[in-house]
C-alpha cells in the first residue's frame, strides 16, 4: 500500500512540475523551478529530435537548456497528455511548441517524458519520440 501511495505522490510532483514549467517559460523564472523540483544531480537525456540533443547534468546544465528552448519561441508552453505511474517513474506524453520567434509561424511537438523520481525530486528526465518507446523503457510495454 505505500509503493502505491508514493507513486501517486510521484504523479503529483511531475504533475505540479509542469504547471511550473510553463510558468517558468512565461515568467523567466528558470532557476526558482528547477532548484525547487529537481534533484541537485539532475539528469536532462534529450531524444535527438532536436540541436540540442544530448545529456544535460545539473542544475546549470538543465536551466541552459530550458532557456534555449524558450529563445526559439516568442511564447512557449508545454501540456502533457497524460501520467502514467510507473512506480519510482512517470511518463508524460506531451506536446508543446508556441510562436516561433524569428518566423511568426506557429509550430507544435510531440515527445514523450519518462521522468525518475527521488527524494521527492525528479533525478532523471529521459525523452522519447514515442509513447511506445517510453512505455517499454519503463517496462510497461503495451
Known sequence: MEAIR???QNVEIVQRTYERV??????????GTIEDYCHPDVVL??????PETGEYRGYDA????????????EEMWVQPAEFIN???QVVVP???GGTARHS?????FSVV????????????????????EALKAVGLEE
Open 62 to 73: 538543465l536551466r541552459e537548456f530550458m532557456m534555449n528552448q524558450a529563445e526559439a519561441f
Open 6 to 8: 508514493i507513486s501517486e
Open 94 to 96: 506531451l506536446r508543446f
Open 113 to 132: 517524458h519518462v521522468l525518475t523520481i527521488r527524494d521527492h525530486k525528479i533525478a532523471r528526465l529521459d525523452m522519447y519520440q514515442s509513447r511506445d
Open 86 to 88: 510507473a512506480g519510482d
Open 45 to 50: 537525456r534529450t531524444s535527438g529530435m532536436f
Open 22 to 31: 510553463n510558468n517558468a517559460y512565461q515568467t523567466g523564472d528558470y532557476q
Open 104 to 108: 511568426g509561424i506557429d509550430a507544435t
